[in-house]
């Protein structure tokens, strides 16, 4: 009977999760892979990357959800490019590295989106390259790995927006990459995965941006992938489509989230359709929007814009966990035990003053209550560092 009320649990709350579905927008004007985007003041921006073509471009247009359409703005001032990257600090944007049809850069753009201009900045001391990562923490953006035609690249900078200067920092521990995934989660920098020699990575990384060391992290749990798309919200970091173990395209366009705190990721719905190698992304206010890519399926450069509203689903997958977490007896003897979702870690018991009394990690599955007195407490699932919920018990011995 438990396991039939708990299967009944798993499909109610799976369905309440696939309820919150990806809408399609306004079409992109171009389909192109390799944008670079971003989001500022509550517009998105897609600006270079490689047209249907195959030639790289200096084209940028600004996307406005309020009135669900696309503007086009002046070119962007520097080389055109395919394979560039970018990301936002401060109320600007700041972009640069890729390639063109015959050269590999590192010039380095600040974008104003109140004016409309660009500025350059201090070329990277580094190595030209395409692929790159970059991800920006206050006044610093951080730059590492990617690839030229020699060879994958393991270095990192660091980007001093007051100084206008480079630093070398320590060098990934992993193998040399291009096209890793990277976001900023909890204020901390992350990068891995992408694509070296043949091998296609799962190794994830942290960077200790006070003490300049990089820790290994747990790997993806997922297939190995490149070439795909990430953002950042809520203090989780999010990685979204691309190519998988083999370098084509997967069956779904997966979307993942990334927990900081305890190092875990937890799956979301993924985008219509396969997996896009090299599309983009930007965040505005609640919602992820993706666009551009290339199909590998069906060798096609789409140019839809999808919406995703993250909160939402971000809410559904807590009343999920709250619906397959629960404790019984009560009233309870010598012994609590629960059932709970995977994403719950620890479980405490609380005393009617608010004292923690006992607490165990999730896994066990099962507390000791001899030691207690008679009484009313509160057991709390615990999950991503929260409280996801709190179930009230008798203790009668």
Request: net charge negative.
């Amino acid at each position: 009977m438990m396991k039939k009320y708990l299967l009944t649990l798993l499909i109610l709350s799976s369905t309440s999760l696939l309820a919150q579905s990806w809408v399609a927008k306004a079409d992109v004007p171009i389909g192109r892979h390799h944008p670079i985007t971003f989001a500022l003041n509550g517009k998105g921006y897609a600006i270079t990357g490689t047209d249907s073509t195959g030639q790289p471009t200096d084209d940028a247009f600004e996307y406005n959800p309020t009135t669900n359409t696309w503007n086009v703005l002046t070119d962007f001032p520097g080389l055109a490019r395919s394979f560039g990257i970018g990301t936002t600090a401060n109320g600007k944007a700041y972009l640069g590295f890729g390639a063109t049809a015959s050269a590999y850069l590192k010039d380095f753009w600040s974008f104003d989106p109140t004016t409309g201009t660009y500025t350059q900045l201090a070329n990277c001391d580094c190595s030209s390259r395409r692929h790159p990562a970059m991800i920006s923490i206050g006044n610093r953006i951080y730059v590492g790995l990617g690839n030229d035609d020699y060879s994958d690249k393991k270095d990192w900078w660091v980007y001093s927006i007051d100084n206008n200067t480079w630093t070398q920092l320590a060098d990934l521990p992993g193998s040399a990459r291009h096209h890793p995934y990277m976001f900023n989660a909890g204020g901390e920098v992350f990068a891995g995965l992408g694509h070296g020699g043949q091998t296609i990575f799962k190794d994830w990384y942290k960077l200790d941006t006070a003490m300049n060391t990089w820790t290994a992290m747990s790997q993806f749990p997922g297939e190995a992938r490149v070439a795909g798309t990430q953002f950042n919200m809520y203090g989780y970091g999010f990685i979204l489509s691309g190519d998988g173990d083999n370098h084509s395209y997967m069956d779904t366009g997966e979307m993942w989230r990334y927990n900081p705190a305890n190092d875990t990721w937890l799956q979301f719905p993924p985008h219509p359709g396969k997996s896009r190698w090299a599309p983009g992304s930007f965040v505005i206010n609640n919602e992820v929007f993706f666009f551009g890519g290339v199909n590998r399926f069906t060798s096609t450069y789409p140019n839809d814009l999808l919406s995703f509203d993250v909160a939402a689903a971000t809410m559904d997958l807590d009343e999920e966990i709250m619906e397959n977490t629960y404790v019984y007896p009560s009233p309870a003897n010598h012994f609590i035990s629960w059932e709970f979702d995977k994403s719950v870690t620890e479980v405490m018991l609380i005393n009617i003053l608010g004292e923690i009394v006992a607490a165990d990690m999730a896994e066990t599955k099962q507390m000791n209550l001899s030691h207690l007195n008679n009484g009313v407490y509160f057991v709390q699932f615990i999950s991503n560092n929260d409280v996801v919920k709190t179930s009230k018990i008798i203790i009668q011995h």
